[in-house]
């Protein structure tokens, strides 16, 4: 009877011991490490996407945007110490910006998938050799006063202009592919973005704007007057009658001459 009593109660004692035999403890421990490994590669990822948009964000939605407001002041200023300045600013900001983009184009190209499976990623591709044709074409630059400154001039700005306004497009896909890909909450960086580009933009047409305004306030130059008759003095009134009377014996003596 006590036999069949400590049955049972061997069984309760030793299942535990049955449940951490070495194959299943391997394998919990296992699962562990898998668990681990998934949460700290998650941690790695969603920091290389923060690092990524960072960089692209500080070269295609600040500084390239920045150094178009600045060539725009070399342009419209008068003082040319002033304006080669603000062009030497223009070319630093540019170059950081090509270094900034560059960095985060290696960075996604040796982190991420790379399959261009998405609207950001095609746009990313095209941008990246946008910015370094546009880079060449500044290197390329012709003198100021030859036949090719014009059109160089045009493609220059319209490139420039293009690929800033796709840079600021991709940083907002590049917001939606952040949400997709971590599922976090993305509105805040949507009203923060918008803000800055509308202050950019109000900027971009105060400058064009600046001097029309500053005009409305200056009573307008109507050239150098004419003094009257009423003011004029007796010597200047004969000096005047002297060129008139010589004016005219010379049209005389060339009508003589011809007749």
Request: proline letters at 3%; aromatic letters at 10%.
């Amino acid at each position: 009877m006590l036999a069949i009593l400590a049955i049972p109660a061997c069984q309760a004692f030793l299942l535990p011991l049955a449940a951490h035999e070495p194959g299943e403890v391997n394998q919990i421990q296992g699962h562990k490490n898998v668990r681990q490994n998934l949460h700290k590669m998650n941690a790695k990822i969603n920091k290389d996407i923060a690092v990524h948009g960072l960089l692209l964000w500080s070269s295609m939605g600040f500084l390239m945007p920045l150094g178009i407001l600045v060539i725009r002041l070399s342009i419209r200023e008068e003082n040319r110490a002033r304006a080669k300045a603000f062009f030497f600013i223009h070319v630093i900001l540019q170059v950081l910006s090509l270094l900034l983009a560059t960095s985060g184009a290696i960075l996604s190209i040796k982190t991420f998938e790379n399959s261009f499976d998405n609207q950001h990623k095609r746009i990313g591709l095209i941008l990246y050799v946008a910015i370094w044709v546009q880079a060449l074409t500044g290197l390329l630059r012709p003198r100021r006063g030859t036949k090719r400154r014009s059109t160089w001039y045009f493609l220059h700005w319209i490139l420039g202009t293009a690929v800033s306004l796709l840079g600021i497009i991709n940083i907002y896909t590049g917001i939606m592919a952040f949400h997709d890909k971590t599922s976090r909450a993305s509105w805040v960086w949507n009203i923060l973005f918008t803000a800055q580009v509308s202050l950019i933009a109000f900027l971009y047409l105060f400058i064009d704007k600046w001097d029309y305004m500053h005009r409305q306030g200056v009573t307008p130059d109507n050239g150098p007057t004419t003094p009257s008759t009423n003011s004029l003095t007796s010597s200047q009134i004969g000096s005047r009658k002297e060129l008139v009377l010589v004016s005219c014996s010379k049209q005389n003596a060339l009508k003589n001459l011809f007749d």
